[in-house]
């Protein structure tokens, strides 16, 4: 009886499994995670310890886009250059006040985050 017991759930056990990896496929089939890391970089001086870290990702991740998102105008030099220079690497200036603004709308907590911002 207990070998049966067993067996049973373990039929039932592969049964969910089954749904749960078939809803799994469907969805990823419909919603694919893209292929796609990102980066955050604030202040205009872009260390050449961080650009590795960015050509890095492009040449052995595997991903078809690296992103950096930057809250400054970057400084021109090597390091910006080689930036520019990478296929797959793409710089993107973000307004960091408006995104946490967004962001505090969005968890209604304006109160906090506009005390925030304001001494940033």
């Given at each position: 009886m207990e070998t049966g017991d067993r067996?049973?759930?373990?039929?039932?056990?592969?049964?969910v499994s089954s749904a749960v990896g078939d809803s799994l496929q469907r969805r990823s089939a419909v919603m694919p995670i893209p292929a796609r890391v990102h980066?955050?970089?604030?202040g205009p001086k872009l260390s050449w310890a961080y650009a590795f870290?960015?050509?890095s990702a492009v040449a052995q991740a595997g991903m078809d886009e690296v992103v950096?998102?930057?809250t400054d105008?970057?400084?021109e030099g090597a390091v910006l250059?080689?930036?520019?220079?990478?296929?797959?690497?793409h710089l993107e200036r973000?307004?960091?006040r408006a995104c946490l603004a967004e962001a505090g709308a969005s968890l209604a907590c304006r109160t906090r985050?506009?005390?925030f911002m304001r001494t940033w």
């Open positions: 067996g049973q759930i373990h039929d039932r056990d592969c049964a980066f955050c970089w604030i870290a960015l050509l950096l998102h930057h105008e970057l400084e250059t080689a930036l520019r220079g990478t296929d797959g690497l973000i307004d960091a985050s506009s005390r």
